[in-house]
Nanobody, 115 residues
């Protein structure tokens, strides 16, 4: 099992920045990537960004150029630096640990961007 603990959400004005953190523990040797998804009310959960442990990154189209994902050398913590935030970025952000088969999810952290 892998446990994920997120931090860093909150309320910010449009144009502002926030940094989310996710710490993974447990059987982390079974995963090959850490990333972030988000889910806004009434919408499906969508990929925000993913960092594979070989260094490859994926970003959702709506955040490219504004968000940056990074991780520590131990491959147990991942960060999401969010800049130029927009009201449409408002959502619950979930940390995800990716592996072959079902992945693991954190509890989620709320990000609210006011206009």
């Amino acid at each position: 099992q892998v446990q994920l603990v997120e931090s860093g959400g909150g309320l910010v004005q449009a144009g502002g920045s926030l940094r989310l953190s996710c710490a993974a523990s447990g059987t982390t040797f079974t995963i090959n990537a850490l990333g972030w998804y988000r889910q806004a009310p009434g919408k499906q959960r969508e990929l925000v960004a993913r960092l594979y442990f070989n260094g490859t990154t994926n970003y959702g189209d709506s955040v490219k150029g504004r968000f940056t994902i990074s991780g520590d050398n131990a491959k147990t913590t991942v960060y999401l630096q969010m800049s130029d935030l927009k009201p449409e970025d408002t959502a619950v952000y979930y940390c995800n640990a990716h592996r072959k088969g079902p992945g693991y999810w954190g509890q989620g952290t709320q990000v609210t961007v006011s206009s």
